[in-house]
């Protein structure tokens, strides 16, 4: 699925004029082309994937050299401005002709490319386009669920990719790893033991970087008590709605979402959050 593209078989000069010419490029441009070809690529996998057998043999050649060459500029596009991803990522959320199975594959490859050029850059792609998909339609599909886990362990795979995510857990104002994302993970990645799959043990695999991700910024700034407020609420929320299995497990859960200690969670300011304890059918008292 996310083979490589070796763009180290172009000739240095033909690389360096294509390189050139992107950097000269507005981001808006940019983000017009990669629509483009996401729309190109789609369309000509389509007509691959139903099979045209009246298709003459030389339009069929024709068809596979242009994707190729499609998804070179593509790659050397996404790999030199991994930030037009993030531009065109309402487009890609919001518009039905990017939703389904075949285009979240294309989708998946484009964020590969884009992490070669940028790694955090990947991993919110992820956290805020791949990951939501869990809690969609698509979500129960084990197709759909091995391509989200694929993506995310290429990505923790990479050479010194714990060090780098961390430190740049904050890249613009905004969390690559948000608590709504945290709170999603946590649902797959500690379901009621009878929901259990054979995804589960992977997302256990990659959750303790995730979670440090989502937890890195300074200790005790202004910034931080905000994010750890919005997950003891998630974590609230999630305990309310579990059902008489899964709320057994619920203090474990809710240790793993702080990772300081379980009943340090409590101490936090919750008298400002009536509404959401009386959603809560039982006493939420730390776990011993």
């Known amino acids: 699925m996310f083979a490589r593209v070796p763009l180290s078989h172009l000739p240095e000069p033909v690389y360096k004029t294509s390189v050139d010419w992107i950097n000269q490029r507005s981001y808006e441009s940019l983000g017009s082309f990669v629509l483009w070809a996401l729309d190109s690529i789609v369309v000509d996998l389509a007509t691959q994937l139903g099979g045209s057998k009246g298709s003459k043999k030389g339009g069929q050649q024709t068809s596979s050299k242009s994707q190729v060459a499609m998804f070179l500029v593509l790659a ?46 990947g991993l919110y792609l ?117 059902s008489h299995d899964s709320r057994s497990i619920h203090g474990m859960i809710v240790k793993n979402l702080v990772g300081i200690g379980a009943a340090n969670i409590f101490k936090l300011r919750i008298r400002h959050c009536d509404s959401v304890r009386r959603c809560v059918h039982s006493p939420c008292n730390p776990p011993q």
């Open 126 to 242: 992820w956290a805020h386009h791949t990951l939501p998909l869990i809690g969609g339609k698509s979500g129960s599909n084990p197709q759909t669920r091995d391509l989200i886990l694929q993506l995310v362990e290429r990505i923790l795979s990479a050479p010194k990719a714990r060090t780098i995510l961390v430190n740049g857990a904050v890249r613009k104002g905004e969390r690559l790893m948000p608590p709504s994302s945290l709170d999603l993970l946590l649902r797959v990645t500690f379901p009621a033991p009878s929901a259990r799959v054979k995804a589960t043990e992977r997302f256990e695999a990659v959750y303790p970087i995730l979670k440090e991700v989502a937890f890195a910024g300074s200790p005790g700034s202004k910034a931080m008590k905000q994010v750890s407020q919005q997950i003891l609420l998630l974590a609230v929320k999630a305990v309310a709605e579990a």
């Open 76 to 121: 050397m596009v996404l790999r030199r401005k991994p930030d037009v991803l993030i531009n065109v990522l309402p487009t890609l959320r919001e518009s039905p002709k990017y939703q389904g199975q075949d285009k979240l594959s294309v989708i998946a490859w484009m964020i590969v490319q884009a992490c070669q050029g940028d790694l955090c850059v």
